[in-house]
């Protein structure tokens, strides 16, 4: 069996949670004598390359695009297509496992059409919640998680809305609708305003997209029954979706090892993910700015997602001597330094899917204070394994860590409920079961 795993990058260029999960199932498929090759583009250049990283092929096809206004819009093939399908038709893999679609040069719908039509099963991963969601955080105007059904007027509003003017909105609402009932796309005359007249048309093409996109895969895996459900609601047929719940690349530590750690003050917290606004750290930030600093401490990991969020951040926390930034993090050692850790910050603006670190943090026995959305409370029950605050509010995070401090047995109440994480072994089980169901 051949298998072609495609994204958008890969290690060691990129160490994100995508990157890290297609790492560990392309490994577990080795394990089963499973050909496994990753495909990614190779950004700006006109020469396809290769390199090995854990023992993996990986191939960097050719992708000389230049980003512009249509390709972003989809009016026309990145120019590295070609050599994607090129590739495919030399290899000939039985299976063809996409884990992200992007806009522009990336990784496309297209690219699914394309390894379609050369006969291989097609199988898609939703890693993140934008293939339903033209904002891609799943939050009604940014106030209200929302159902997730694509639905032409309500998902304009909302798009509408986080793009700003509140004042204009309403009347831009009002003539996108008239303009797309006259059959009118705007969206072509390629510029702002008329993608902004356009905005019921452009929620029309992610409904047409994402149902392209299902037709032509074979099999849609699921992380989480939330988004299960999602699918549902929007017309993916049953027998179409797998539930493959999310795994932790090693072997889990004993969990009973790490419970007898007692927890003293001051409280040590540690923030693990890219330093960007959606991840949140900020409000993280902001909250400990308002509490006593001899009682909670806070280190930071991570790489840079926004260089000048970065360093308006670093610069608002310099005096403070309980906040560190810690720079990089190496995947194999993540487990390890959480061990030092009473409980993991996340702090997510959006509906994550199903994040990593969570599992990392259940493996390295310690509770996570997260925010209530989507991805987050599907594996984080309240007052349980860990602790919710509302999305994007300073004072309900600022009320959990009050409570962490003003409760001192807390942290390790919760620490004796969290459950062994599933390891990547049972992952790369299921995935194998699916590929051979496929390849009958």
Same mark, same amino acid.
């Given at each position: 069996m051949?298998?072609?795993?495609?994204?958008?990058?890969?290690?060691?260029g990129?160490t994100? *949670?995508t990157?890290v999960y297609t790492?560990?199932?392309?490994?577990e498929?080795?394990?089963k004598?499973?050909?496994?090759?990753?495909?990614?583009?190779?950004?700006n250049?006109?020469q396809?390359?290769?390199?090995s990283?854990?023992e993996?092929? $990986?191939?960097q096809?050719?992708?000389?695009?230049?980003?512009?206004?249509?390709?972003?819009m989809?009016f026309? =093939?990145?120019?590295g297509?070609?050599?994607?399908?090129?590739?495919l038709q030399k290899?000939q893999?039985?299976?063809?496992?996409f884990?992200?679609?992007?806009?522009s040069?990336?990784i496309?719908l297209?690219?699914?059409?394309a390894?379609?039509s050369?006969?291989?099963k097609v199988?898609?991963?939703?890693? %993140?919640?934008?293939?339903?969601c !033209?904002?891609?955080?799943?939050?009604?105007?940014d106030?209200?998680l929302?159902?997730?059904v694509?639905h032409l007027?309500?998902c304009?509003?909302?798009y509408?809305?986080?793009?700003?003017?509140r004042?204009?909105?309403?009347g831009l609402?009002?003539?996108s609708s008239?303009?797309h009932?006259l059959?009118?796309?705007?969206?072509?005359w390629?510029? !702002?305003? *008329?993608?902004?007249l *356009?905005?019921v048309?452009?929620i029309?093409?992610?409904?047409k997209?994402?149902?392209t996109?299902v037709?032509?895969?074979?099999?849609?895996?699921?992380?989480?029954?939330?988004y299960?459900?999602?699918l549902?609601?929007?017309?993916v =047929?049953?027998h179409?979706? $797998?539930?493959?719940?999310?795994?932790?690349?090693f072997e889990?530590?004993?969990l009973s090892t790490?419970?007898?750690?007692?927890?003293?003050?001051?409280i040590?917290? $540690?923030f693990?993910?890219?330093?960007?606004?959606f991840?949140?750290?900020?409000?993280?930030?902001?909250?400990l700015?308002?509490?006593?600093?001899?009682?909670?401490?806070?280190?930071i990991y991570?790489?840079?997602?926004d260089?000048?969020y970065?360093?308006?951040?670093r610069?608002k926390?310099?005096?403070?001597k309980?906040i560190?930034?810690?720079?990089?993090?190496?995947q194999?050692?993540?487990?390890?330094v959480l061990q =030092?850790?009473?409980?993991?910050c %996340?702090c997510?603006?959006?509906s994550?899917m199903?994040p990593l670190?969570i599992?990392?943090a259940?493996?390295a026995g310690i509770?996570v204070i997260?925010?209530?959305?989507?991805?987050?409370?599907?594996?984080? !029950?309240h007052n349980?394994n860990?602790?919710?605050?509302?999305?994007?509010d300073v004072a309900?995070l600022k009320?959990?860590l009050?409570?962490?401090?003003?409760?001192p047995?807390l942290?390790?109440?919760?620490k004796?409920?969290?459950?062994?994480p599933?390891?990547?072994?049972?992952?790369?089980?299921?995935y194998f079961?699916?590929?051979?169901?496929?390849?009958v």
């Open positions: 051949k298998v072609i795993q495609v994204l958008n990058h890969f290690l060691p990129q994100a *949670g990157e790492w560990a199932l392309s490994k498929l080795q394990k004598n499973i050909s496994v090759q990753v495909v990614i583009p190779n950004y250049k006109s396809s390359e290769t390199y990283y854990d993996l092929s $990986v191939v096809y050719a992708e000389p695009s230049v980003v512009d206004r249509s390709l972003i989809g026309r =093939q990145p120019d297509l070609n050599y994607f399908i090129g590739h290899e893999p039985d299976i063809v496992h884990h992200e679609l992007a806009g040069n990336g496309t297209q690219h699914v059409i390894a379609k050369i006969g291989a199988v898609m991963t939703f890693h %993140l919640a934008g293939y339903t !033209k904002t891609g955080n799943l939050l009604y105007k106030k209200v929302c159902d997730g694509i007027q309500k304009s509003r909302c509408l809305h986080k793009k700003g003017n004042v204009v909105n309403s609402l009002s003539l008239v303009l009932h059959k009118i796309d705007t969206t072509k390629n510029n !702002k305003a *008329g993608t902004a *356009g905005t048309s452009l029309e093409n992610l409904k997209n994402f149902e996109l037709h032509h895969c074979d099999r849609v895996v699921t992380l989480t029954h939330w299960k459900k999602i549902l609601l929007n017309g =047929q049953e179409k979706i $797998v539930h493959i719940p999310q795994g932790v690349p889990p530590a004993v790490m419970r007898s750690k007692k927890i003293t003050e001051p040590r917290l $540690v693990l993910g890219r330093i960007n606004f991840k949140g750290l900020h409000l993280l930030l902001a909250a700015l308002q509490l006593p600093p001899h009682q909670i401490e806070l280190d991570g790489h840079t997602g260089q000048f970065e360093n308006e951040w610069t926390t310099v005096t403070h309980n560190q930034w810690k720079g990089k993090l190496k194999a050692d993540v487990v390890t =030092q850790y009473d409980a993991l %996340l997510s603006t959006f994550e199903s670190v599992q990392e259940f493996a509770p997260a925010s209530n959305v989507y991805g987050n409370a599907e594996q984080i !029950k349980h860990g602790l919710l605050f509302r999305f994007k309900s009320e959990q009050l409570q962490c401090i003003n409760q047995d942290l390790q109440q919760l004796m409920n969290i459950v062994q599933r390891s990547f072994n049972e992952v790369g089980d299921a079961q699916l590929y051979t169901q496929l390849l």
